[in-house]
């Protein structure tokens, strides 16, 4: 399977997110990455429901919801409603992570855990059967335009050893520094779901900047 691009809306302009909106959509990218914040979990606030639903209301293309918010078992119901399709909840901020993920399945949704750069992947070992998705994190969240850290390559090939190793299928994002410097060495180490929020949104060409991500 050919990798795929989600570019982060968190770092589209604001002022003119309906073009940004239109922009993906008639882009090569796959879905759109959308990063929920509450300042509490992350030290930054970001969309709020409404904000997800003029998106959605826009997007042609699957919603990729990612909450870095406390208790995001709470709003599970609001998401589904709001037409996300994929929805990640972060380990570090999922008390009881396995009903977390069962109930993200039953409201009709992929389910995906995230890992901040501290935390091994090792410790997803026992709902690895559950998932959908891995995020791997490869800046500490909250904020974009972050360098990449390197050691995430190393997160991204242990996690897709592990899920070759257990007969899995989900897919493994990397969030985070990810650009046309770096993004084939991200690929390489076994990525398929690349985010892409200043690499695409600073661009002279974002459409290009797709299009040569997806290369």
């Known amino acids: 399977m050919s990798h795929l691009i989600a570019p982060s809306v968190l770092s589209a302009d604001f002022l003119e997110l309906g073009r940004d909106v239109e922009m993906i959509n008639a882009s090569e990218a796959d879905w759109f990455h959308i990063d929920v914040m509450d300042g509490v979990f992350v030290p930054n606030i970001s969309f ?118 257990g007969g899995h299928d989900f897919l ?5 520094g990810v650009g046309l410097n770096n993004y084939r060495s991200i690929v390489d180490a076994g990525a398929d779901v690349l985010v892409a929020g200043n690499a695409v949104f600073a661009s002279s060409n974002p459409l290009e900047t797709i299009s040569a991500l997806k290369k």
């Open 48 to 165: 709020g429901m409404p904000v997800l639903k003029a998106i959605q209301s826009k997007a042609k293309k699957p919603l990729d919801v990612h909450l870095m918010i406390v208790e995001p078992e709470r709003y599970i119901a609001e998401f589904a409603a709001l037409g996300s399709s994929v929805l990640t909840v972060h380990y570090e901020a999922s008390r009881h992570l396995h009903r977390s993920l069962q109930s993200i399945r039953q409201a009709g949704m992929k389910a995906g855990v995230s890992l901040n750069p501290h935390t091994p992947v090792d410790l997803l070992a026992d709902v690895l059967g559950d998932l959908d998705l891995v995020l791997i994190m490869s800046v500490n969240p909250g904020f974009g335009g972050q360098k990449f850290i390197t050691n995430a390559l190393k997160k991204i090939e242990k996690i897709a050893s592990m899920r070759h190793s």
């Open 172 to 176: 493994i994002e990397v969030d985070g």
